[in-house]
């Protein structure tokens, strides 16, 4: 039986979702990479533990991993890799057939160099149906799957995991492969806590004071309202962050919106959005509402939804800022709102980037898409604990090198 501490590789690091999850589980990250230096940032700022390399992971080489790697190889490689291919949530790069869509053989490379015996990637439900070309019938996830087995990873399971079932308040639902070169070794599963009751958006901004649009003042004092969510972020002992200040609210700084976009949020009831206003509003009111630029001339399917507070929110995504109204303000969200639908524990500083940057710079991340693009920490957790009792189960022998 193992008890001694895991270690990991984080690949497509981000700001550090996985580590988080991980970190709470006990591993012990010992290289991220990341090719976007916002998210390099963030991470280093809150896992200064770690050795980030700031790099395009396929530049990557076995001289800069190995100096941190133990003699007998990693026990974790995790790897998601951008989604943007893959995703079928109104989004034209889906159509695309470049370089993107085979990145995880970069996850391959690297565990292979690390001698890791596990890999864990993950990424959207749509990579499962994702052609290699336009012209083929051949999957991506099955070349992924035959590589996987190429490299000696024959032992592996799939599995889709609802982010929901782990204490997330998200309805977010994302593909992973676990894969191990010990093909003796039994595999198991995150399973959900079916006791667990699912925290909701009310549960996820208890404590959270209200900021006021165009105001520039930054909530910081929490308030008495509290959940047992709320304050399983605020646990620095859970998270193992004891030497992070978690006494004052970060990153709760309020959007300034224009007037009219005011009174368009002030027509949203609870669950509705800005394709709800274009089917509510006909005619000549609609044009009115057009004219002094409530309602804009193109409706949009995903903006501007108002979140329901006992319900979970829908997927955040790196456009949470535009898709997502306060279920009670009239307001978009502050970063630390979407931080804690991600479960991102509320000492958690995105320090990298600025706080909004336009989507068309693909080389920098400002703070609300680097929390859409993440792994929810508390699912990572699970994650973390469900492989770590993979390890406990199986004997660690002599076969691994």
């Known amino acids: ?66 100096p941190f790697i133990p003699q007998d190889g990693v026990d974790l490689v995790t790897s998601g890799m951008p989604c943007e291919t893959f995703s079928t949530a109104g989004n034209t790069s889906r159509s695309f ?49 035959e590589e996987l087995v190429a490299a000696g990873y024959t032992n592996y399971y799939s599995v889709i995991l609802d982010s929901a079932k782990f204490g997330v308040p998200q309805k977010r639902n994302r593909y992973f492969i676990l894969a191990c070169r010990l093909p003796k070794w039994k595999l198991i599963m995150p399973t959900p ?60 700084m309020p959007m300034k919106h224009r007037a009219c976009t005011l009174k368009r949020f002030e027509l949203l ?18 044009e009115a509402l057009q004219k002094d630029r409530i309602l804009p001339k193109k409706m949009f399917i995903k903006r501007n939804y108002r979140l329901i507070l006992d319900e979970q929110s829908p997927t955040v995504t790196s456009h949470c ?43 920098v991340q400002d703070k609300y898409e680097q929390i859409g693009d993440a792994v929810p920490p508390l699912l990572a957790y699970a994650w973390g604990i469900t492989i770590k009792q993979i390890f406990q189960t199986n004997e660690i022998n002599d076969d691994v090198k």
């Open 321 to 363: 800022l535009d898709e997502f109204v306060h279920p009670i303000y009239n307001r978009a969200l502050t970063v630390r709102e979407c931080a804690r639908l991600q479960s991102f524990p509320d000492s958690y500083n995105f320090v990298g980037g600025p706080y909004i940057v336009p989507h068309i710079d693909k080389t």
């Open 269 to 286: 009831r609870p669950g509705e959005s800005l394709k709800s206003l274009f089917d509510r509003y006909h005619g000549a009111e609609r």
């Open 97 to 145: 057939y470049d370089d993107r869509q085979f990145l995880f053989r970069e996850g391959i490379r690297i565990a292979q160099i690390c001698r890791a015996k596990m890999i864990l990637f993950e990424n959207v439900p749509g990579i499962t149906s994702k052609k290699t070309s336009k012209e083929s019938k051949k999957l991506i996830v099955d070349v992924l799957k």
């Open 1 to 66: 039986m193992s008890n001694r501490v895991l270690t990991h590789i984080d690949c497509f690091a981000g700001p550090g979702g996985i580590c988080t999850g991980l970190h709470a589980a006990g591993y012990k990250t010992l290289v991220a990479i990341e090719c976007i230096k916002s998210c390099c940032d963030t991470y280093k700022a809150n896992h200064p533990e770690v050795n980030v390399i700031y790099s395009d992971i396929r530049d990557v080489t076995a001289e800069q991993l190995l």
């Open 193 to 252: 806590n079916l006791k667990l009751k699912k925290a909701t958006v009310a549960d996820a901004f208890a404590g959270l004071p209200n900021v006021i649009a165009n105001s520039g003042i930054e909530g910081k004092e929490y308030s008495s309202e509290s959940s047992d969510y709320a304050e399983l972020l605020r646990n620095n002992a859970f998270w193992k962050r004891e030497d992070f200040p978690n006494d004052v609210i970060i990153n709760h």
